[in-house]
């Protein structure tokens, strides 16, 4: 054997899993007649009747669901390092910005409110409290927390029942939330056998199995059509 081919040997068995890992990636699409997002009364507050809006909780364009949480439930590793980034979850014009983020256990999540009016961050998860704090204007200092547990956390001020915002907590990491065109990718998926779940805060969740190839990223395609329940 020549030396440029033991070489290449040795490099093949030497390479490092994540090299090999592939993607699921997919859309998630809407195939019942879409809602016409209904006006958010805001009045009892002069500061965020300011700024009319319209109920964000489910939005569709062009027959694509947006801010479905896109995540591995079965088949894979916890993952191996926690992002050193902090999660942001801020309160802006009265509402939570972003609507839906993600997170890894262990991974720092700060809250903010950027508005010069009281907000209240509840967190839940599921039906536990995680936490209850009052934030009194833009002056207030962050809260600052750890995601502990996976699942989906949900935020709410008590103040204005209408502000809504949720973080998915993944163990493994291998999650994604879909884009304003219903699609989502999650990168550096192992090859191998998963379950993979999508959750939407209104019609809830569906679950399908999908298998990663080397060489060859996992296609798959959620659909929802108005008439499921189960999500927040």
């Not at 007649?33 to 209904?38: D, F, I, M, V």
């Not at 990168?187 to 060859?216: I, L």
Request: glycine share 10%; hydrophobic share 35%.
């Amino acid at each position: 054997m020549t030396c440029s081919r033991l070489l290449a040997l040795c490099a093949a068995v030497l390479l490092p899993m994540a090299a090999m890992a592939e993607s699921i990636e997919g859309e998630v699409n809407f195939t019942g007649k879409a809602p016409t997002p209904g006006k958010l009364h805001r009045e009892a507050d002069p500061y965020c009747a300011k700024k009319p809006m319209t109920d964000p909780a489910v939005l569709v364009k062009g027959g694509k669901l947006e801010n479905v949480w896109v995540h591995v439930t079965k088949g894979a590793k916890d993952a191996a390092s926690v992002p050193s980034s902090v999660v942001s979850m801020d309160q802006k014009d009265c509402m939570y910005t972003p609507r839906m983020t993600t997170a890894v256990v262990g991974q720092k999540i700060q809250a903010k409110n950027g508005d010069p009016v009281l907000h209240n961050v509840h967190t839940y998860m599921g039906a536990s409290t995680l936490f209850n704090k009052g934030m009194p204007n833009e002056k207030a200092a962050p809260i600052e927390t750890t995601a502990k547990d996976e699942g989906m956390m949900k935020w709410k001020c008590d103040v204005h029942p209408w502000m809504r915002g949720y973080i998915g907590i993944s163990k493994n990491g291998l999650q994604a939330i879909s884009s304003d065109s219903g699609s989502f990718k999650i990168d550096n998926v192992p090859p191998g056998k998963y379950t993979v779940e999508a959750w939407h805060e209104k019609y809830g969740t569906k679950t399908q199995e999908v298998t990663v190839e080397a060489g060859k990223p996992a296609k798959v395609i959620f659909k929802y059509d108005g008439t499921e329940k189960g999500g927040a």
